[in-house]
Each structure stands twice: as C-alpha cells, then as structure tokens.
C-alpha cells in the first residue's frame, strides 16, 4: 500500500503557531523563502496579513478549525514543490492578479521589465503584438495600461489560451484579441508596431537542472526549446521584418548567453539591435528595430 501524504497537523489554532509551524516544515523541505511563502498563505487563505500576525504577538489571532484544515490542504502541495501560485491559483504581475494554472507559466518579474520597453515603443493608437502569450500577462497588462493601442495576443496552446481569455474578461479589456497561433501563423500579411516575445529560450541541460516548481509543475512547452535554448526566437526573428511596420521595435526576452547569437541574426535581417537588462543587471532582453 502507498504511504499515506504526511499530514499537517495543527496542534492550536493560533495564527501565530500556524505560522511557525508552516515555515518549519517549508524550511526542512528546503523551500527557499519559509517565511515568506507562510505569510502568504496564512495571508490568502486564513486573511491574517503578516502585520496582523505581528501585532499579534504570542497569543495570535484564532482560525477556525475549517480554514486550518485549507491551510493544512494548500501547505501539504506546496511540500510537494508545487508552486504555490498554481495551489492558489493566482499570480500578480504588474497591475494584474492573473489566473494561472498548470497550462501556463507563472509570470515572472523580469517580464514585467519587457512590458516598460514595449509601451515605451508604441505610438498612440497603435499595435502591439504579442507572440507566446501565456497566461496573457505581457498582452493583458499592456492593453489595460494603454487603452489607445489594440493588442493581439498569439499562443500554440489552447489550454493557455482559455486561461488568457478569462484574464481577459476578469479586466473586461475590449482591446485585446486573442488567436491560437504557431508563432505567425494565424497573422500572416498582418503588421505592427511592436512585436514582443517571452518564447521559451531554456536549454535540455538547463531544464534538467530546474527546480522542481519549475521542471515538474510548469509546462515544459512554455520554458524548452532545442538548439540552445534558440529555435523558436530564431524562427520569430527570421519573419519578423514581415511583420513590423517601418520604424517598428520588437523585443526578445532571453538568457544571457544567447545575446551574441541573436544580436547576429537581427543584424542580417536589417535591424539595428540593443540588449537590455533585468532587475538584476543581466542582459535579459534583445531589442530590435527597423532603421
Ligand atoms: N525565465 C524563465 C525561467 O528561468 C524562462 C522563461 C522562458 O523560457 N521564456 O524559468
């Protein structure tokens, strides 16, 4: 017979003791924030903010034995090393507090940094387009902090095109228009003013050394592509020129050592190129436009 999943146990229901004892178990699992990843939950699913709990002190506030028995339910997944924006079924980026689920991957911060770019690039009223959309993030947040610009969203998926359209209509964004797509394919003879793509760019040896949130919960589709972590950003940057207008800016996110390879290739299709960092000074963008 299987063992039975460890069970979590609370001994009280005090608010400050549930929170002790979820950032030991995280921690011994070797989750890499314990604290933080109890304050959230306790926060989300049990509604005591990390300052309440502070304020608290020792005695804590009391949770009922139902919402202990949530807590206890989402903490034995995240032991498991799913993430725990898929058991909460939410990720925030930029403005938005997006659905995600197995079929898309969580947004990131540094993505959020390919957002600033690509606004910064798009003239009032123009269009944005958005290859390997996802969960919608980069295409959702820029239609609703731009609501002059109309923005197309593609993605192979259909399971994450179905959650990109419930972020849609969770924001009520009439801006933007989503079509299942291969990279250009459902937009051929179409152009834009700005092309933005978070496409897979992991390498096989990188993906095998992946956390385990990353490589057994998130989809492999989203994260992996062969020829060094480049085939699909080289085949979106050979049809690019097609599909910008003039004075078009399209923009890559990618991995640091990718940049020689890609700068080469965008200076044979004619495009002056810049790389541009993350939050933590990597070179994590490439950025093209047409003279
Ligand atoms: N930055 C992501 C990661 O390291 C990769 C995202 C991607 O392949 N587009 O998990």
Redesign the pocket.
């Known amino acids: 017979m299987p063992d039975a999943p460890a069970k979590i146990l609370f001994s009280d229901g005090r608010a400050e003791a549930v929170h002790s004892v979820l950032e030991a178990r995280f921690r011994e699992a070797g989750i890499p924030s314990p604290r933080t990843e109890a304050s959230i939950l306790l926060n989300e699913l049990g509604g005591c903010s990390p300052l309440q709990l502070f304020a608290a002190g020792p005695e804590g506030g009391h949770l009922s034995p139902g919402i202990l028995d949530r807590i206890a339910r989402a903490a034995e997944r995240r032991l498991t090393r799913e993430p725990l924006q898929y058991i909460l079924g939410t990720a925030p980026f930029r403005d938005l507090e997006l659905e995600v689920t197995p079929a898309v991957?969580i947004p990131?911060p540094?993505?959020e940094v390919l957002v600033d770019h690509a606004l910064a690039h798009l003239p009032a009223c123009g269009s944005l387009l958005d290859v390997?959309t996802g969960s919608g993030a980069i295409a959702l947040a820029a239609a609703q902090e731009r609501p002059d610009v109309r923005v197309l969203a593609l993605d192979v998926s259909p399971e994450a095109l179905a959650v990109a359209e419930r972020n849609s209509l969770r924001y009520r964004l009439a801006n933007v228009e989503f079509r299942l797509s291969d990279l250009f394919s459902a937009v051929e003879g179409e152009r834009f003013h700005v092309i933005c793509a978070?496409?897979?760019?992991?390498t096989r040896e990188e993906y095998a050394g992946?956390e385990p949130e990353?490589r057994v919960f998130?989809p492999e589709l989203?994260?992996?592509?062969e020829d060094a972590?480049c085939a699909l950003m080289e085949r979106l940057a050979n049809r690019l020129p097609e599909h910008l207008f003039p004075g078009g800016y399209g923009i890559l996110?990618m991995?640091p050592p990718q940049t020689p390879r890609l700068q080469k290739l965008l200076a044979a299709r004619g495009f002056r190129s810049e790389v541009l960092p993350d939050l933590t000074g990597r070179a994590r963008f490439v950025a093209a436009s047409l003279e």
Not at 198 to 202: C, H, I, R
Request: proline letters at 5%; aromatic letters at 4%.
């Open positions: 991957l990131r540094e993505t390997g978070n496409l897979p760019y992991v992946l990353v998130e989203a994260l992996v592509a972590g996110e991995s």
